[in-house]
C-alpha cells in the first residue's frame, strides 16, 4: 500500500464517448480531495501515447469549474488514441519507456479508462510493479459504447448511445409513419456495433405499449437472412403501412462477410466505402418496391452528450471516484464494475472486480435478449436496457448551442531528454 | 366575411418536421377559443388526400391535453402527403372534389401547412370560391425545413433542423478532435436541402469564438470543386488536427449532376441507393488519405424534436394561432409570415402576406451569407442564423424516452355515397 505522497496518471483510450470525461472528473476531483495522498493528476495527451512521448498534461492548471464541466462534455477532453500494447515479451521497449517516464514525473497510480483492449494493457502495466521493480498501481476505469466488458452489468457510454438511438428511433419513426401514405414507407437506420448487438437493441425501446411502432433490427449475433427479413419487412407494412429498420454495422450474411462489405464501385470503378444502411435499403427496394429513407448515425451517437442517459453520466463519474478510492485502499489490476441491485425501482452500486477476469473477455447479447424470430428484444431485455437510458442531463447552453469545455491542456515540463518514436 | 358559423379543414402537406404539429395545435386551440364563429376542425388523413377521399379526422374528439401534448411531438399527427393539385383546368375532378367534401361537411375555412408546392395548392382552393362558386377562405401556414419560402424571415421547422445540425457537428467535432492523433482525422456529415444551402450552413454555428472548430462546408449553391475541397480540407488537417465536413445532399458536380448521382454499383452489379456523404469520404480517403467517418442525419435531423428550437416552436405554434385570426378577420389567400424586428435582442413578429407573393418561389442562400472561399458562413448568416435556434423546448420523458402524443384519430362519418380515386 503506497503511503508517500505520489502523483496520478490518466488516459483516455480508445473511442470515446459521450461520458468518458464525466469519469475524468470523477478522477480528478477525488484526486484533489486526497491532497495528502495524491500529488498531481497528470493526463496523457492523446491517450498512452502522451505517456510513451512524455507527452503529459497537468490537469492542476484547471479551475473547479472546468473540471465539473467536462461531466456534460462528450469526447476525450486529452484526447484519446487506438494504440495497444502487446505482451510484454514483444514491446518491452514500450514498457521500459512508460517506467521511465513514470518515474522521471512520480507517478505511482495509472488510471487506464478504456474498453476491453485497454483493460488488457492495464493488467500488463498492473504487472510492471512486480515484473521490473517499479512500483505502481494499475487501475482501469470501464468505458465503452459496445457494452461489451465483463463482469460489470453495463459499460458507462453504452446508456448514452442507447438512449440516442431509443430516442432517434422514435423520432424518425413517427416522420415515416407520417408519409407511409404517399412517400417512404421503409427507413432504415444504421447503428454501431461490430460484434455485439448491445446498441441495435436499444432501437427495439422505441417502441412500447403507448407507442406501437413496428420496428424489424438486424443484430450481429443473427445471420441475415435475405428472405426472412423481407417478408418481415413486408409483414410490417402490410400491417402498420411502414417499418423502421434498425441494423447494426456488424450484420453478417450467410458467408461470413459484413453485408457493408460488398465490394461497391462508383461510374469509374473506385471501391466506394459504404455502410450497411443503403445496402437494406437498396435490398428493401428492389425487392419490395417500398420507397425509404436510410440514416447512418456514427460519431453522432455516441457524441450525443445533447441527450445523454442521466444514469450513465452518473455511473461514469460513480467509476471514476471509485477507481481513485481503489487505488487510495492500496488495490492494484482492478476495475470498478457496476452491480445491478434492482431493475424496477433500478438500484446499483459499484464493486471492484479483478482485471484478470476483464481483459479479453467480449460480453455478447445473451441469445434470451433476442426474440424468437431474431428480430426484436424479449421482455427480458427491455427490463435490462430500460433503466440505462433512464434520466435526463442536458448541458448549458449559450446561443442555442451547449457549451462544452475545452480545456487549457498545459504541458507538464519535460524531464526526459529522451524521444520515444510512437 | 364568413359571418355564419361554419368548420375548419386542416391539412399537413409534404415532408413532416419537428414542429409542424405545434402549428397544427396552433391553429385547433384557436379556433376552440371562436367556437361562435368556428364549428368544429376536420383534419385531412395524410394531407390532401383525406379530403379527396373523405377521410376526415374529427378534431374536436381529442382533448384538450392531447392537442397541447402536438406542440412537443414531432412530424404529422394526422399523417402527410406528396400530392401536388395541378391547375384548375389540368386537375378540375380534384377541384370538384374537394368543393364537393367540403360541401357536405360545411368547411368554410381551409388551412393549409405546407412549404412551397402546397402554398401553390393553396392559392388554387383559395380561387375556388370565386371560381366555382362555393365560398372558402384558404390560409397558409408556412412550414419546411429547406427555408425555401419568399417574404418570411424565416419557415417554422427550419429552426429546428439548425439546431439540430448545429449541435450533432459540435459533437462529432469534439469526437473526431479526440480520436485524431492516430485514427479518424475527417469526420463527414451529409444534410438535407437539396437545392437551398441552409441547412448546411446551420453546421457552421458548430464554431464560434470558443469552441474554434475546423468546419468545411459544401452547399449547393456552389458547384463543387474537387481540388479547391481537397485543399481546404488539408489546410484544417495540417492545422488543426482534424477537419469536420458538413456537406448538402445537393452538391452539384461542375457537370451539373449530384454528386450523389454516382451510379453505384455493388459486387453482381445491382444499382446502388447511395448519399454524398460516403462519396465525399472515399474522395477523401482516395487523395488525402485520412481515415474517415461519415454520417447522414437524415429523418433523423427533422424530426429531432427532443433539441427543437424554443423560437421555432413559438413561431410554428404562432403561424398556426395567426391563419385562424385571418381567416376570422374574413382574409383568403393569404399566409401568415414572420418579420424580424431585431437580430440581437432577437425580436419577431407575424405579418400577412398575399399567397399570389410566395407560390412558387423560392428563397436562396444570398451569396453574401457564404464566405468567400465557398466553404463556410460570413458574419451577416450567423447572424441570421443564431436567433433561429435559440432555446431549448424539451418534451416531457416517461421511462427514459420523449413521451410523444398519439391522437384517437377518430374519423368523421362520411356523407358522400362517392368514393375518389386519387
Redesign the interface.
Known amino acids: 500500500m503506497a503511503t508517500k505522497k505520489r502523483n496520478a496518471f490518466y488516459a483516455?483510450s480508445g473511442?470515446?464517448t459521450?461520458v468518458i470525461n464525466a469519469s475524468a472528473a470523477g478522477v480528478i476531483e477525488t484526486a484533489r480531495r486526497y491532497k495528502s495522498r495524491i500529488g498531481k493528476v497528470y493526463a496523457g495527451r492523446?491517450?498512452i501515447?502522451g505517456a510513451l512521448t512524455e507527452d503529459l498534461i497537468d490537469t492542476s492548471r484547471e479551475s473547479p469549474a472546468a473540471i465539473r464541466a467536462l461531466k456534460h462534455?462528450?469526447?476525450?477532453?486529452f484526447?484519446?488514441?487506438?494504440?495497444k500494447l502487446k505482451g510484454l515479451d514483444e514491446s518491452r521497449a514500450q514498457y521500459e519507456r512508460l517506467i521511465e517516464v513514470f518515474r522521471a514525473h512520480d507517478i505511482g497510480y495509472f488510471f487506464y479508462n478504456g474498453g476491453g483492449d485497454s483493460a488488457d494493457t492495464c493488467l500488463k502495466v498492473s504487472q510492471l510493479s512486480e515484473k521490473m521493480g517499479y512500483p505502481l498501481q494499475a487501475i482501469h476505469v470501464p468505458k465503452t459504447v459496445d457494452n461489451d466488458l465483463p463482469i460489470t452489468d453495463v459499460c458507462p457510454g453504452f446508456g448514452s448511445v442507447a438512449?440516442y438511438i431509443?430516442?432517434?428511433t422514435?423520432?424518425?419513426s413517427?416522420?415515416?409513419?407520417?408519409?407511409?401514405?404517399?412517400?417512404t414507407k421503409v427507413?432504415v437506420?444504421e447503428v454501431m456495433g461490430r460484434h455485439a448487438g448491445w446498441i441495435a437493441a436499444a432501437g427495439g425501446?422505441?417502441a412500447?405499449k403507448?407507442?406501437p411502432i413496428p420496428i424489424v433490427i438486424l443484430f450481429p449475433e443473427i445471420t441475415f437472412d435475405r428472405d426472412k427479413f423481407l417478408a418481415a419487412v413486408k409483414d410490417k407494412v402490410e400491417r402498420f403501412g411502414y417499418c423502421s429498420v434498425v441494423v447494426s454495422e456488424g450484420v453478417k450474411g450467410p458467408d461470413g462477410k459484413f453485408l457493408s462489405d460488398?465490394?461497391?464501385?462508383?461510374?469509374f470503378g473506385?471501391?466506394?466505402?459504404?455502410?450497411v444502411?443503403?445496402?437494406i435499403?437498396?435490398l428493401v427496394?428492389?425487392s419490395l418496391n417500398y420507397k425509404?429513407?436510410?440514416?447512418?448515425?456514427?460519431?453522432?451517437q455516441?457524441?450525443?452528450?445533447?441527450?445523454a442517459?442521466k444514469t450513465d453520466v452518473e455511473q461514469a463519474c460513480a467509476v471514476g471516484k471509485a477507481a481513485v478510492e481503489f487505488a487510495l485502499k492500496g488495490h492494484n489490476a482492478v476495475m470498478p464494475a457496476i452491480v445491478r441491485t434492482s431493475s424496477r425501482p433500478y438500484r446499483w452500486k459499484i464493486e471492484m472486480a479483478p482485471l484478470a477476469d476483464v481483459a479479453n473477455r467480449e460480453k455478447m447479447m445473451p441469445r434470451e435478449f433476442i426474440s424468437e424470430d431474431g428480430f426484436g428484444i424479449t421482455d427480458a431485455c427491455r427490463r435490462y436496457l430500460?433503466?440505462?437510458?433512464?434520466?435526463?442531463a442536458?448541458p448549458p447552453?449559450k446561443?442555442?448551442?451547449?457549451?462544452?469545455a475545452?480545456l487549457k491542456n498545459v504541458a507538464v515540463k519535460k524531464r526526459l531528454a529522451t524521444d520515444f518514436k510512437v
Open positions: 483516455q473511442g470515446v459521450a492523446n491517450g501515447i462534455t462528450p469526447a476525450g477532453a484526447g484519446s488514441c487506438r494504440y438512449k431509443a430516442v432517434s422514435r423520432e424518425a413517427f416522420d415515416v409513419a407520417s408519409m407511409a401514405k404517399t412517400s427507413f437506420l425501446l422505441a412500447d403507448t407507442h460488398q465490394g461497391l464501385r462508383d461510374a473506385h471501391a466506394q466505402l459504404g455502410g444502411a443503403p445496402v435499403a437498396s427496394k428492389e425509404f429513407h436510410w440514416a447512418v448515425a456514427d460519431y453522432l455516441r457524441a450525443a452528450r445533447h441527450i442517459s430500460t433503466p440505462l437510458i433512464g434520466g435526463e442536458y447552453y446561443d442555442g448551442l451547449p457549451d462544452y475545452l
